[in-house]
T-cell receptor, first 119, second 108 residues
Framework: DAGITQSPRYKITETGRQVTLMCHQT?????MFWYRQDLGHGLRLIYY???????DKGEVPDGYVVSRSKTENFPLTLESATRSQTSVYFC??????????????????FGPGTRLTVL | QQPVQSPQAVILREGEDAVINCSSS?????VHWYRQKHGEAPVFLMI?????EQKGHDKISASFNEKKQQSSLYLTASQLSYSGTYFC?????????FGTGTSLTVIP
């Protein structure tokens, strides 16, 4: 199916464990993004990627690692999960990114989200 | 860095109008508007670019004042389906920042 998917949709883990959230898009969009959404904070950008092997930090990158070896995949890893990383995580993709990074803006298409609970 | 949205919440009756404001402390290249229903992903509504170009929804309008770094979303003749949380997203050139959201509820 065309679109953007995330897995798992729900995850419960313990403090200190490593967790990887997956994101896959079938549009061949150049840009991909990871956001976290928390009550009172709205959506905050964690990392984004302009192309395979090109990533950049967003507003709240600490505690997260990303990679992008293939255009269609953009996994997000929490190397040592903390309770403060309990959140809903959204992946998004777009043909274009921030103005200075690549040109005219375009819409971002969001995945369904992953609800992560760190105990 | 995070833009400020106002109001935080609004309740409307069907057919009424609403305005949602978004204000940034940084210079902006573009403003994006999204709507999110409970438990779902945000969905694109509109992009406003410097110079006045707009791309998006044909029943929702918006404005972008580049000098004031402000944008407003205008919802006219609201329908029940307009209910949700509205977010503005701001492109400062090298980052995206989203506002904290405006909860809009349309009642019959």
């Amino acid at each position: 199916d065309a679109g953007i998917t995330q897995s798992p949709r729900y995850k419960i883990t313990e403090t200190g464990r490593q967790v990887t959230l997956m994101c896959h898009q079938t549009w061949s969009h150049s840009y991909m993004f990871w956001y976290r959404q928390d009550l009172g904070h709205g959506l905050r950008l964690i990392y984004y990627s302009a192309a395979a092997d090109i990533t950049d930090k967003g507003e709240v990158p600490d505690g997260y690692v990303v990679s992008r070896s293939k255009t269609e995949n953009f996994p997000l890893t929490l190397e040592s999960a903390t309770r403060s990383q309990t959140s809903v995580y959204f992946c998004a993709s777009s043909e274009w990114g921030p103005q200075l990074a690549g040109g005219p803006p375009d819409t971002q298409y969001f995945g369904p989200g992953t609800r992560l609970t760190v105990l | 860095q995070q833009p400020v949205q106002s109001p935080q919440a609004v309740i409307l009756r069907e057919g009424e109008d609403a305005v949602i404001n978004c204000s940034s402390s940084k210079a902006l290249y573009s403003v994006h508007w999204y709507r999110q229903k409970h438990g779902e992903a945000p969905v694109f509504l509109m992009i406003l670019l410097k110079g006045g170009e707009q791309k998006g929804h044909d029943k929702i309008s918006a404005s972008f004042n580049e000098k004031k770094q402000q944008s407003s979303l205008y919802l006219t003749a609201s329908q029940l389906s307009y209910s949700g949380t509205y977010f503005c997203g701001t492109d400062t050139g090298n980052q995206f920042y989203f506002g904290t959201g405006t909860s809009l509820t349309v009642i019959p």
